[in-house]
């Protein structure tokens, strides 16, 4: 699918019925998501981000200019093939979308996406696996990956010598922040255990450390 560049007001109303419902369920705690990439993006200058498993949560659009969405899911593809009621969501939530770019994949993100290599900035990974294993090819060096730990994926981002932590992102009362101080005192398991790339993946899930942030912020260093 090409790039869209959406020009659309907030006046402009064409959107498909099944578009507004994919976005209020997936927004059913409002704002919350715009909350975070907000916070991220006041931290991380990232022009082009790559938001493999996206499913429809096009917020991501509304913090960064051009965003990149893959996913296998046949509802995500409808919606995103809704082009005028995806610009409607990101203009009434951020006044505008002159300048700001989406592009939808509706691929399985394991496989190879026919991106350019080291191209992006930032690389989002929440709750959909290991994205960093088979991604982290299309981010920069010097590039950012946001990643939760629900899925093991932080954990995988832990051992892996091409990042380095370099912030995390903690949340308080619906509000996220992003620090970068005291960072020795993450990715502690509360278990000594081997944690490999073999235990992750039999585990299928994130380990329990003794300090757990929303996410975490690592650079990729090599």
């Given at each position: ?36 990439f907000s916070a991220v993006a006041g931290e ?20 960064f200019p051009e965003v990149t969405y893959v ?63 088979h991604c982290t090819r299309y981010l920069k ?82």
């Amino acid at each position: 699918m090409p790039v869209v560049e959406p020009k659309r007001s907030i006046y402009d109303r064409s959107m498909d019925q099944r578009t507004e419902k994919l976005w209020a369920k997936q927004n059913q705690h409002e704002g919350d998501r715009q909350r975070l990439f907000s916070a991220v993006a006041g931290e991380v200058d990232a022009a082009k981000v790559l938001y493999p498993g996206s499913y429809v949560d096009v917020a991501a659009s509304f913090a960064f200019p051009e965003v990149t969405y893959v996913d296998t899911d046949d509802r995500a593809n409808r919606f995103f093939a809704d082009v005028d009621g995806v610009a409607e969501i990101i203009a009434e939530a951020a006044g505008w979308t002159d300048g700001r770019r989406f592009t939808f994949l509706h691929r399985d993100y394991r496989d190879d996406l026919g991106l350019p290599l080291d191209s992006f900035d930032l690389l989002i990974s929440l709750y959909a696996g290991f994205i960093s294993e088979h991604c982290t090819r299309y981010l920069k060096v010097g590039g950012k990956l946001l990643v939760n730990p629900s899925h093991g994926d932080a954990a995988m981002a832990s051992i892996d010598d091409r990042y380095r932590l370099s912030a995390v992102v903690t949340s308080e009362d619906g509000r996220y922040r992003v620090s970068r101080s005291g960072l020795d005192g993450y990715l502690i398991p509360k278990r000594e255990q081997q944690i490999t790339r073999e235990f992750l993946h039999e585990l299928g899930k994130g380990i329990g450390y003794t300090k757990a942030p929303f996410a975490y912020l690592f650079e990729r260093v090599g």
